[in-house]
Each structure stands twice: as C-alpha cells, then as structure tokens.
C-alpha cells in the first residue's frame, strides 16, 4: 500500500562528539521517507522554503518517493533546528527550533496522497497531523510526536493519538505524555486511548512493542561506531511503517508486528553510521536482509532447562 507521510522537512545544525555539520538535509518526514521507501511507494507532504534546493529535491525523491506534494513556498525559509549530543549519545539538547514556512501552513493533499493505504504522521505541530488525519483516506496510521508538542499542545496532541492505530514515541516521551513512569503502564493507558499498537523507541537500547495481547522487546543493533543519532526514531519508523504497509490489507498479526520491529531496527541502525541522511541515501536492500538475519540470530535463544534448587 502507498504510504503518506507529512511531518518536518527541515534543515539541521548537529554536533556530536565526533563532528559537525552546519546545515544537512533533515526533518524526520525526509528520515521516514527514505526508509519507507524501500517497502513501498512514498507520498510526502508539506512545505519547504526558497532555501529548499535541487539537491535536497533529489535525495528526497530517492527510490522514488513522490514530492508533487512537497510545496516550495518562495518567500519563505526551510523548517531549521539544531541540537548537540554529548558522550551519552542518548540525549540530546535542542538549541534551536525555527518552524518558519511550517508556522501558518495548511496541508491540502493530492489525491494521490489522500488515497493512501497508510499515513504516517511524523513529528510536527499536532494541529496539523490533525489537519491531514481528517483529510486522508488510510485505513492504517502511525503517529509520532516529541517533548516539545508534550509540553506545548498536550491536549490537541491527546485528540490526535487517540484516533490513530499506532504511536511510536521515545520511552521518556511516552511517559511524559502519559504521566505514568512505568513504560508498560504508560503504554496500556495509550492502549485505552484508542490506538491497538504503541512502539516505545529506546534508542541505544532498542524498542518495545505493545499490543492489548503481546510484549516485544529488541535491542539495538549493535554497533561499535555511532556517528549522529538524528533521525534514528524516523527512519525506524519509516521501516516498522514501510514493512506493514508491504503486507497490504493483511491484518496485522503479532508475528507481522515482530518482523516490522526488526526491519526498523536494522535501518536504524544504518541511519546513526553518518551524518543525516547520508548513510541511508546510498543503503542497499541487501545490506538491510543481512542485519536483519544477524538481528535474529543475535537474539535467539533455546529454551533449555535445568533442574532448580528450591
Ligand atoms: P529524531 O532524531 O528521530 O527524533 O528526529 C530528528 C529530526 O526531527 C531532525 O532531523 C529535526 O529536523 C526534526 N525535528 C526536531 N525538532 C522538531 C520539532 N519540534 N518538530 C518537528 N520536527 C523536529
């Protein structure tokens, strides 16, 4: 099924400890973009400013993702945040945030993107994954969101979650947003809410999924070298998302569920190699089905018992 995406198409400004850069291409619908776009075809949504290049265009459109509905607004700047990670590169601190062409946009979708299957509201303002929620025809869709839009529109946010079939959300996030500080507890009173599906990203430590019938637990990929977390949680989401939409109409079953869980795990884990989208831009699918394989064999264990004392 074509996926719909609309969330941030943005410029970043990142430091880690292991470099810089001043001004890459980012935005977690471009995160989401280029990995669901290995499962199915892509439809994005929303604004980009005069800054908004050629260049940026192609790597966007990568394995074809469609950007008819990317508008190009020409006295206006491309969405901007910049953030620095220290040695934990779990956290991070937000030094700017500049919504510019997304302040004031209303998103009016293509047919072309209504019509799809699935919609992913990636992180934006949740008056506008609300604004695109009422306007497409999905029969399956995933949103996520981030501290910011806890803090700031909590109950718009709330409206929205409550009528999505999945949330994906930081572990701590989805705490903050449920004010439960136990994550099973945090996911089962979303799980009330109205969605069937809660994927808690864990970044370094992997993601949890909950549903009213199952527990599933992944670590991370493991890796000895991370270069730039950023986007992490969006590309993940662009495979668990991109690997449900593949299997169609199919209901969703917890084994289908497990298989997407590690499809995001192995693109994440590609995204933090680079800086932005550089890593995955030039991925191949081999590359992604051979850590999958290593994922499954890395977590696999036999059930063999030995007699307890007691
Ligand atoms: P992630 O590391 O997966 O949480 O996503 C990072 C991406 O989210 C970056 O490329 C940013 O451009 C984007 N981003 C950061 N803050 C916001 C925000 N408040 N709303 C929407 N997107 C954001």
Request: glycine content about 8%; some cysteine; hydrophobic content about 45%.
């Amino acid at each position: 099924m074509t996926v719909t995406v609309v969330g941030s198409i943005a410029f970043d400004a990142v430091k880690t400890p292991f470099g810089h850069r001043d001004r890459m291409l980012g935005g977690a619908a471009t995160h989401f973009a280029l990995a669901a776009s290995f499962f199915d075809r892509v439809q994005v949504v929303g604004p980009v400013g005069a800054d908004f290049g050629a260049d940026e265009f192609d790597i966007l459109a990568t394995r074809g993702t469609d950007v008819t509905d990317v508008e190009r607004i020409a006295d206006g700047r491309t969405f901007f945040w910049a953030g620095e990670y220290g040695w934990d590169l779990n956290s991070r601190e937000t030094l700017d945030t500049q919504l510019n062409v997304f302040a004031g946009w209303t998103p009016s979708l293509s047919s072309l993107s209504r019509e799809a299957g699935v919609l992913f509201l990636a992180n934006i303002q949740p008056e506008l994954q609300r604004d695109v929620l009422e306007e497409s025809r999905a029969s399956f869709v995933a949103l996520d969101s981030m501290n910011l839009w806890i803090e700031v529109a909590r109950d718009a946010l709330i409206d929205v979650v409550s009528r999505v079939n999945c949330l994906m959300l930081n572990d701590a996030e989805l705490r903050q947003l449920t004010k439960r500080p136990n994550l099973l507890a945090a996911a089962r009173e979303v799980l009330c809410w109205g969605p069937s599906i809660v994927v808690a990203k864990q970044g370094e430590y992997g993601a949890t999924l909950v549903t009213d019938g199952s527990f599933f637990s992944l670590p991370a990929y493991p890796l000895e070298t991370v270069i730039d977390p950023t986007g992490a949680g969006d590309t993940f989401a662009g495979g668990f998302v991109g690997y449900l939409a593949r299997h169609g109409e199919e209901a969703l079953s917890d084994d289908v569920l497990r298989q997407a869980m590690a499809y995001g795990t192995a693109l994440a884990s590609f995204n933090v190699e680079a800086f932005g989208t550089e890593r995955v831009t030039r991925l191949t699918s081999a590359e992604i089905h051979r850590r999958v394989t290593e994922l499954r064999d890395i977590t696999r264990f036999e059930k063999a018992p030995v007699e307890l004392v007691g």
